[in-house]
């Protein structure tokens, strides 16, 4: 069963930092590029950062550029969202999701585009003093 789950989420003050994880199960990330989104309460999803599969070459939001850094380790078929200097408007969920060959036409940053055909449950990041 192909399931992606997000964890590393909670709260933390401003200017703090948490890491995000984007655990993958009955799949390879190995061949797909990743991306990772939010949706905060009453706004729609934007896209935050990609990951491509096979350079490894890495795209941020404007918003979140110098602030978070993605990553993957293949070898534990995870993903990770580096998250520094945080804001209260970074307050969302944040999912993660693959490009898959078919699926949802979903913008992520720039002028890179997935199909996502599946969404995990999130994980829930509140920044807050």
């Known amino acids: 069963q192909v399931q992606l789950v997000e964890s590393g989420g909670g709260l933390v003050q401003p200017g703090g930092s948490l890491r995000l994880s984007c655990a993958a199960s009955?799949?390879?990330?190995?061949?797909?590029?990743i991306g990772w989104f939010r949706q905060a309460p009453g706004k729609e999803r934007e896209g935050v950062s990609s990951?491509?599969?096979?350079?490894?070459?890495?795209y941020y939001a404007d918003s979140v550029k110098g602030r978070f850094t993605i990553s993957r380790d293949n070898a534990k078929n995870t993903v990770y969202l580096q998250m520094n200097s945080l804001k209260p408007e970074d307050t969302a969920v944040y999912y993660c999701?693959?490009?898959?060959?078919?699926?949802?036409?979903?913008?992520?940053?720039?002028?890179?585009?997935?199909?996502?055909?599946?969404w995990g449950q999130g994980t829930q990041v509140t920044v807050s003093s």
């Open positions: 990951i491509s599969s096979s350079d490894g070459r890495t």
């Open positions: 999701a693959i490009d898959s060959p078919t699926g949802e036409l979903v913008s992520v940053v720039a002028e890179i585009y997935f199909h996502v055909s599946y």
């Open positions: 009955g799949f390879s990330l190995d061949y797909y590029a």
